[in-house]
Structure formats: C-alpha cells, structure tokens
C-alpha cells in the first residue's frame, strides 16, 4: 500500500494549517493534530486520535511542519520566480527586516503573485512531504 496524492495533499493541508501529522504506518490512516506538548485547554476534539496515537506510538510516523530556517528558504526561493522588480525589491527588504513571515504573506496576498506563491509553496511542501515520507520508510505514488 502506497500514499496517494490526495493523501499528500491532505498531509501538506494539515501542515500548513499548523497541525502534526500522523500515519499510521500500516493502514496509511492520516490524523492531524495540533502539536500535543502545546494543547492548552479543551483537547476534546482530539482525544481519540490522541489516545490512539499514544497507546500505538510505534505504529506511527509523524511529520511536523518545516522548521522556520526552512520555510524562509522556501520564501527566499519563491523571490527568484518573481518577475516584478518592485515586487522582489520588496520581498527581499522584508526577508531582511523584522516579522519577515507574517509581512511576507501581507506582501503576497495584496499582489497578483498570491496563487503563485501558493503553488510554489505548495511545490515545496510537497518536495518535503516526500522526503519525510521517505524517512519513515512509507511508500507514495
């Protein structure tokens, strides 16, 4: 049994909406939950995946979302498909300044590079879906 695409799609979803993702290495179930060490509050929405997960940890995979210095290499790449100067000259000045994440998707969302950066994005998280994949030995089409 394989990940299909949809799945990838499903995992890179969970991601980038902030979630941990685990498969369960055997049936390929996907469950994404917020991360567990930071639950604060009503974790009633996940406690039967998160019991399930804990009493069978060995039975699952987790992927994490990418660490910072990696999703800001995924934004600096992003930079070299742009073809506006203005835009790039922008982008890059917000790389190097201050809350360069948040400023960078107030960039983008008010350009007409919003769809591109979501493919693009989406490319690359793809890309890292796969490697972590990979890692944990579970196949994919």
């Known amino acids: ?47 039967e995946d998160i019991t399930r ?3 069978e940890w060995l039975d699952y995979a987790l992927i994490t979302k990418m660490e910072s210095r990696e999703a800001f290499r995924v934004m600096e790449g992003f930079i070299d498909v742009v073809d506006d100067i203005r835009l790039k000259g922008d982008l890059i000045k917000i790389l190097n ?4 994440f948040a400023n960078f998707k107030a960039e983008i969302d008010d350009s007409e590079y919003r769809q591109k950066w979501f493919d693009f994005r989406n490319v690359k998280y793809e890309e890292y879906v796969k490697e972590q994949l990979e890692i944990e030995d579970i196949e994919y089409e």
Request: proline content about 4%; hydrophobic content about 35%.
């Open 1 to 47: 049994m394989k990940i299909n695409s949809t799945q990838i799609q499903e995992i890179i979803d969970g991601l980038l909406a902030g979630f941990n993702v685990y498969i369960n290495k055997e049936t390929l179930e996907i469950a994404n939950i917020p991360d567990i060490d930071e639950l604060y509050g009503d974790t009633e929405l996940w406690e």
């Open 97 to 100: 300044r201050r809350s360069p």
């Open 53 to 55: 997960i804990e009493s």
